[in-house]
């Protein structure tokens, strides 16, 4: 049976998907997350190989399960990640298992340098790059050489922002991934550029949004159901209250999600691996660009702890 691609459903996932799928075209392609890794493991990667996936941290909780799926796979996997890791990492080095780790180069970047594919598929890694703010390694600075910025730049905003729109719209987000896979430039699809001139226009509503109804505690501004991007409006909060921390958070039944974006220095992967599970929930992420689940009854708990912790 042909082989399998799990990544995350960002455009640093998407891209990363782009490239191994170039190399793999049989290969099938489904979106995950962190906690849903193992489960679908089990779901879509039982009888297949290679199994890739891309971009998608280790949950420390679900680590363990996490080792058990991929060592009972008996399967070549191909785990690739620029997410910090830690002991949560080392937990799936497991027989079979072959990590291509590194923080810094988004995923898109290392998937590109460990699957070798066709050179032109640099400029995806490279759209890969911009998307995930990942523009400061030798690689990138060496790809960006052999393209027009220009036209770079407009194609990857184009792509970002269209995913963003597309949200968890896999199917569609599956087409992308098969159009850059064989080369498709973003700019020529003009569904995809109609939706990024749409979110365009979204998210500079969500900017006014947030800039008037963000609260702040401490040096964490926070806004409530922003009715958009959580990574954005959590940016557009910490900018617009000029503090360290910003917060988005969407309330899913009895679940608080949320988006964090730091500046200063703040490790928000470090800090929310140490609080989120203080209050019943689960987080991680990036140094400056991180997420969390908690329950809403601990909303206000959590979101204090995390002001006191930027005090320290």
Known sequence: MAGVILAHGDSDGVTAA??????YRDAEVFFTHPVGLAKDLEEFARGRSPVIILDVAVDEAGA??????????????????HH??????????????????????????????FFKPPREMSRVALYGAIGDHALGTAWVAEALEEWD???????????????????????????????????????REKSLVELAARQSLLNEELRVRV????????????VMDPGGSLGTAAFYARVERGVKVGVAVERRGE????????????????LLRRIAPRHGGH??????????????????????????????
């Open 18 to 23: 782009a490239i191994a799928k170039s190399v």
């Open 64 to 81: 363990p399960r996490l080792a058990e799926v991929l060592r009972s796979l008996g399967a070549e996997v191909v785990y690739v990640d």
């Open 84 to 113: 910090p890791g830690g002991e949560a990492l080392e937990k799936i080095r497991v027989p079979g298992v072959r990590v291509v780790h590194e923080e810094g180069p988004c995923a898109a970047e290392l998937a590109y340098r």
């Open 149 to 187: 910025l220009k036209t770079l730049f407009f194609d990857a905003g184009v792509l970002v922002l269209a995913l963003e729109a597309l949200g968890r719209d896999y199917e569609s987000k599956r087409r992308v991934v098969d159009l850059l896979a064989g080369g498709g430039v973003p700019s």
């Open 211 to 222: 800039r008037e109804k963000a609260l702040v505690v401490g040096q964490v501004a926070y």
């Open 255 to 270: 679940t608080c999600v949320m988006s964090l974006r730091s500046t200063g220095g703040v490790d928000l992967n470090a």
């Open 283 to 312: 987080g991680g992420g990036h140094r400056q660009a991180a997420g969390a689940r908690i329950p809403c009854g601990e909303l206000e708990k959590f979101l204090a702890e995390l002001a006191a912790s930027l005090d320290r």
